[in-house]
Structure formats: C-alpha cells, structure tokens
C-alpha cells in the first residue's frame, strides 16, 4: 500500500506521457494483490455468513471515495497554480500523501491470522477457530501446489471471473464518466463534481444494506439478480430519455444496482471455495477477471456518442443482462447441487468412513461431499 500511495504522489509531479505511463504501471503493479487480499484476508476471520457485510464496508469506502473525491476535487481545483502546479497535480498529491499516512498506520494495527494476532488471549484464539472449523469444516489450510491447480481448473471460478467482469465495466465506467455524464445534461464542470455525490452515498447505503441482508438470509445470488435488474432500469433510463430528471434519476438507480454486486460476487464466490489457498487463488481470479471490465470501461462512453451517450448506454446494459444470465445459472446449479449432496448425505449416513478416507477428503476442498455452497 505504501508503494502505490508513493505512485500517486508522483503522478502529480509527472511532465509528459511516458513518465505517466510509468507512473501508473507502477501503481498497477503494486496495487494489484490490495483488492483480492483484504477481500481474502476476511475470509480468514469470519464465518461464511458473515463475510458480506465486510467485504461490503471495504468496498463502500471506495465508493464514499467516488463521492467525496467530487468533493474534494471541487475543493482542490482552488489550488491551481500553488507552486506552480495544476489542481489535477495537487489532487494526486494530496490523495496520494493521504494513502502513505493511512499504509503506516495499518502496517502496525493489523494482524495478520487469527492463530498469530496478539491481542487474542489462547481462549480466544480456540473461539475463533472453533468457529471458522464449525463453518467450513476441517479442510485443508497447508500450502501446496495442487490447491492453486484445482483453483485454475475449477469452471466454477472462470463464470464468477465472468460476472466480476460484468460487474467491474459498468463501475469503472461509471466512476469514470458520471462528471461528464452530469455535465452533459447542463450543469457547469464545477457543479457537475457536487452533483455526483448524491448516486454514491445512495449506493453506499445500499452497498451495505444488502450485504448485511444477505448475510443475514445466508443467500448471495438472489440480491445479485435484483441489484442487476435495479441497474438495468437505472441506465436504461439515461439512454431512453432526454428530461434532465429522468436522467439524473437513473443515475441513482444506476449507481445503486452497479455498486452492491461487486461485494455481493465476491462474497458469493470466496464463500463456494474450499480450503485457504484454492479460496486464495480463486479471490484473485475473479478480481483479475473483473479489472479487464476494467479495461473494456476505457472505450465505453466516447466523445464522438456525446451528448447522449447511448452506445455506451447500451454496452452497460448489454454486460449487466449477461451477468444476470450468468448469475441466474448459477444459483440454480448451486441449489441442485447442494440438493443432489444431500441425497446422498441421507444414503450413506451410517457409513463410517477410514481415516484415511477422512485426510483425503480434506484436500477436496469444496468437492468434499458434506460441503454446501451458499446459493
């Protein structure tokens, strides 16, 4: 975290193109693991059904991000010309000196497992494994090679890759745009950066709200598919309609079905991998599938579309609706498939397995028979 915060910072003191191209490969390659790892990290220390609402509140903080950085944008750009700097410089100055502050904060506060936190008395240390042992059973945490091979051959993981995917184009592009979308409907660049925060705290609030109900009701896929169609309705209303209401509308709609599936399908799949490591590989699958939505996000809304944009409307839309089919198989091949393991969980009750039936079944991971996927 320190290293891509430093990278910020000196984005804001790049002079041409190859320097920025530097900077932000940098950032990538230091940034990469953040997402996949805190997401990964909360798999470590809670319960299955409790996983959500955490993973939501990390994800939130980028959102309120989304809003706030409108905020402090509008703030900074009246420091255009402070030692010779443009406002866009002093925004990744400041953001960037920020992130450093927070990076040597948590080097220190964090820890790392629950078996190795110090602040845990040993009694303490047992509840919290007897609790994650009690979710997800005695399967295998060691490292070895053939847990991240059953990660890479799981088809499982490449359609959550896919919905990642689906999920992350319309994020990024949205993030990306909504100041030149608002602006396009005739507000001023300045006012367009205050109109934008109104869509975040809306999807931050339902970001977490349905995370917290999910968790609660112990299902992921059933609140992908209604924040998907909440989507569907919010950019469908941006494209079909010119009243500035209307559209301003939608992107409040949008913003509250886009955002809540990010923590929603991470959770959703983090919560059908088996054993550490496979859940490990399989978290930074699914996020690395989602970064290309981020890339394809670079060439949905184009300036030859403006004013209206619904081309890149209609992309959105396009990549929701297959995320919904997608999401929808899901949910019915983990509902009758847990359905099939409890068949046979009932016909062969009084079969008392060796021991070494029992140690192998620990390296299945979530092939194991009694494991049950949250649908």
């Not at 706030?68 to 925004?91: D, H, N, Q, T």
């Amino acid at each position: 975290m320190f290293a891509w915060s430093a990278c910020i910072v000196g984005q804001g003191f790049v002079r041409d193109y190859r320097g920025l191209m530097a900077t932000r490969a940098l950032l990538g390659a230091f940034e990469g693991g953040f997402f996949p790892g805190v997401n990964f990290y909360v798999t470590q220390w809670y319960r299955r059904d409790e996983c959500g609402l955490r993973m939501a509140v990390v994800f939130s903080s980028a959102t309120l991000a989304g809003g706030f950085g409108g905020l402090l944008a509008r703030a900074i750009a009246e420091m255009s010309g402070v030692a010779g700097l443009s406002a866009w410089s002093w925004i990744f100055i400041v953001e960037g000196l920020a992130s450093v502050v927070v990076s040597l904060v948590a080097y220190w506060a964090i820890q790392d497992y629950p078996e190795s936190a110090r602040f845990l008395s040993s009694a303490e240390h047992a509840a919290v494994e007897s609790r994650l042992s009690a979710d997800s059973g005695p399967l295998s945490s060691e490292f070895n090679i053939k847990y991240i091979w059953q990660a890479l051959v799981d088809w499982k993981i490449y359609i959550h890759m896919l919905i990642c995917m689906a999920g992350f184009c319309p994020v990024y592009s949205f993030s990306l745009f909504l100041p030149t979308i608002i602006k396009n409907m005739g507000y001023s660049a300045n006012n367009a950066q205050l109109m934008s925060v109104p869509p975040y705290v809306f999807a931050c609030m339902f970001t977490i709200g349905g995370s917290w109900l999910a968790d609660r009701r112990r299902q992921r896929g059933v609140f992908l598919l209604g924040f998907q169609l909440v989507a569907i309705l919010g950019v469908t209303l941006l494209a079909a309609s010119e009243n500035t209401t209307i559209q301003y509308t939608g992107t409040v709609f949008a913003a509250v079905g886009i955002y809540p599936q990010i923590p929603l399908g991470l959770a959703w799949n983090g919560n059908n991998i088996g054993g550490s490591l496979k859940r490990a590989t399989g978290i930074a699958m699914q996020v690395m599938g989602g970064n290309c939505g981020g890339v394809i996000a670079s060439y949905v809304y184009l300036s030859r579309d403006a004013p209206r944009y619904i081309v890149g409307h209609s992309i959105l839309i396009g990549f929701i609706g297959m995320a919904f089919m997608l999401t929808l198989f899901m949910t019915t091949w983990y509902r009758r498939e847990n359905t099939r393991r409890d068949a046979l969980a009932r016909e062969t009750a009084s079969v008392v397995l060796p021991l070494e039936q029992n140690i192998l079944e620990r390296e299945l991971a979530d092939g194991v028979s009694w494991f049950r996927y949250t649908i």
